[in-house]
């Protein structure tokens, strides 16, 4: 492993400028990944920045007009136990009580989760099916992103020179809806060979007002099936909309094959498990 400096700055607006001067610094949230990566001569960093020195970076709130939001800096295991996520949002609950381990959990972040943008994460589908968005802070500069354009390609992201993600917001649903997230996995909690998470809301006569439905695991990066809101929004929720949507998510699915899976059977179980999250949801939602 290659020598690097340590530096714990004391604010966002420290750590940003610290970063941008250095290129070669890399963040360090929970460590989880990072650490492998640095063991493994994979990335060498000049220098280490802890955020976790930052007051302020984990904060769990709620607000009936703007919704959620999430810091950066909670860990898994915050979001797993929060009672406004069980409230407002349990299928972010959800997918952390599916990661890994409680060691990770209990280490690993959301903003490290997100940020590492490895394809399979538990996180990014939930967030997608959200429609979440992600606060970029640099220094001087703040910009909010929605999550799907985040990612660029295989553990790329858009995060530039100096910029961490400091926070996640996730917009208020309609009283009636529900999310369901389905991962599959060879060995319970280990990475996913597919991840699908959908959300729906309904209004009280039992049409459709919200949607959404994010993929994991089956591309270079986590996947938006936009076609969800088109089909769903406006209509009373048949079988032939979940079908449509499934065979939509299957179609927009590019998987590789590896170690875990061929990409054939990734596709094939993109279609059986969106239609399983997509019936779950709406079950759960019409109290079914
Ligand atoms: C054995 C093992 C099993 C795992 N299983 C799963 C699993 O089943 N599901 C799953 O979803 N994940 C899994 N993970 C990943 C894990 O859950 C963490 O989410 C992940 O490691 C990153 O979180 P972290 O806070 O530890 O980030 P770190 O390891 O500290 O950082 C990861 C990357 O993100 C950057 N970064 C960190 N925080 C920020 C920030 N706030 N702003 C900008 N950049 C940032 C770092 O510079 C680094 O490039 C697993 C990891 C391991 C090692």
């Known amino acids: 492993m290659r020598y690097f ?4 700055p004391k604010s966002v607006g420290e750590a940003c400028q610290f970063l941008n001067e250095h290129e070669e610094a890399k963040i360090l949230g929970g ?6 990566l640095l063991k493994n001569g994979l990335i060498t960093p000049s220098h280490l920045v802890n955020i976790k020195t ?3 970076l984990a904060r769990i709130e709620w607000d009936d007009r703007e919704g959620l939001t999430i810091g950066g800096l909670n860990h898994h295991r915050d979001i797993l136990l929060s009672p406004l996520i069980q409230r407002h949002c349990p299928i972010l609950a959800e997918a952390a009580s599916k990661i890994a381990t409680p060691p990770i959990r209990n280490l690993g972040t959301i903003g ?3 940020a590492h943008a490895e394809p399979s994460a538990d996180f990014p589908p939930a967030l997608i099916a959200l429609n979440a968005s992600l606060m970029l802070t640099s220094p001087g500069r703040e910009r909010k992103v929605p999550i799907e354009e985040f990612f660029t390609d295989y553990y790329e992201n858009i995060l530039g020179q100096g910029e961490i993600l400091t926070r996640i917001d996730v917009p208020p649903l309609p009283p009636r809806s529900a999310g369901t997230y389905i991962k599959l ?3 319970t909690n280990s990475i996913a060979i597919v991840g699908v998470a ?4 309904f209004d009280e006569k039992g049409i459709c007002i919200y949607a959404g439905v994010g993929l994991g695991g089956v591309a270079s990066t986590p996947l938006n099936v936009k076609g969800a809101k088109d089909i769903l929004v406006g209509e009373k929720i048949t079988e032939t909309h979940i079908d449509k949507i499934a065979k939509e998510a299957q179609a927009m699915a590019n998987p590789i094959t590896n170690v875990h899976a061929s990409a054939e059977y990734r596709k094939e179980m993109v279609y059986v498990l969106t239609r399983r999250a997509l019936q779950g ?3 759960k939602a019409l109290g079914r």
Request: overall charge negative.
């Open 54 to 56: 930052i007051p302020g």
């Open 31 to 36: 460590g989880v990944s990072l650490v492998v």
């Open 281 to 283: 949801s709406l079950d």
């Open 112 to 114: 490290g989760n997100v």
């Open 198 to 201: 959908s959300v729906i809301g």
């Open 5 to 8: 400096e340590y530096f714990e």
């Open 185 to 187: 996995d060879k060995i």
